[in-house]
Nanobody, 121 residues
Framework: QVQLVESGGGLVQAGGSLRLSCAASGSIVSINVMGWYRQAPGKQRELVATITRGGSTNYADSVKGRFTISRDIAKNSVYLQMNSLKPEDTAVYYC???????????????WGQGTQVTVSS
């Protein structure tokens, strides 16, 4: 069984910083693209940032220059450093991994359970 577990969310004032972490565990051979997504109340889930196994990154325009995604391949982990946070960044943040499992039936996209980020004005 494969699991992704996020941590690091919380309440922060506008202009502050938070660092989210996500660790994948289970019968994993490798992980291709990993990413962070978010969903605000009443809105659709949207992409925040992704990172390939080779380290290529992609960001939503709304977070460019403020957020940085990184990963530790050996630890099957992905991180999101969020600086200069704004109230509009308030959302549940989810990590996602494109996982190659030890059994073919275990390969696919997996999501974490989400972590709440709240930015007060």
């Amino acid at each position: 069984q494969v699991q992704l577990v996020e941590s690091g969310g919380g309440l922060v004032q506008a202009g502050g910083s938070l660092r989210l972490s996500c660790a994948a565990s289970g019968s994993i051979v490798s992980i291709n693209v990993m990413g962070w997504y978010r969903q605000a109340p009443g809105k659709q889930r949207e992409l925040v940032a992704t990172i390939t196994r080779g380290g290529s990154t992609n960001y939503a325009d709304s977070v460019k220059g403020r957020f940085t995604i990184s990963r530790d391949i050996a630890k099957n982990s992905v991180y999101l450093q969020m600086n200069s946070l704004k109230p509009e960044d308030t959302a549940v943040y989810y990590c996602k991994g494109a996982i190659i499992g030890r059994a073919p039936t275990r390969s696919g996209d997996y999501w974490g359970q989400g972590t709440q980020v709240t930015v007060s004005s």
